[in-house]
């Protein structure tokens, strides 16, 4: 059964930066396309990155395009995001889940559909402000 677990959220500053860590339990990180996702305060969930299972073809929504960086480490079973730049609109719940297919996670970007993507974490809170 696919179990992902994100960490390093916290609290940061408008322009600050923090990355955040998608862990596999129990399963090859290296079959999957992994997805982040993200819910703020009372919006919906959203899908903003992907990255492929080779790690070679990412995808971004536009709204983190240019200050996100999602990357891979598959020795380390671990999916990352890079986050710079951030503001306060990018306060949320932030998740990542999996899928055998990169181009159904990349259909989910932007979007609230979440459907086909697996293992599911209880997410990582992530709070801009001053």
């Known amino acids: 059964q696919l179990q992902l677990v994100e960490s390093g959220g916290g609290l940061v500053q408008p322009g600050g930066s923090l990355r955040l860590s998608c862990a596999a339990s129990?399963?090859?990180?290296?079959?999957?396309?992994i997805g982040w996702f993200r819910q703020a305060p009372g919006k919906e969930r959203e899908g903003i990155s992907c990255i492929s299972i080779s790690g070679g073809r990412t995808n971004y929504a536009d709204s983190v395009k240019g200050r996100f960086t999602i990357s891979r480490d598959n020795a380390k079973n671990t999916v990352y995001l890079q986050m710079n730049s951030l503001k306060p609109e990018d306060t949320a719940v932030y998740y990542c889940?999996?899928?055998?297919?990169?181009?159904?996670?990349?259909?989910?970007?932007?979007?609230?559909?979440?459907?086909?993507?697996?293992?599911w974490g209880k997410g990582t809170m992530v709070t801009v402000s001053s």
């Open positions: 129990g399963f090859t990180l290296e079959r999957y396309a």
């Open positions: 889940a999996a899928t055998t297919l990169f181009s159904l996670c990349v259909g989910r970007i932007g979007t609230s559909l979440t459907s086909g993507m697996d293992g």
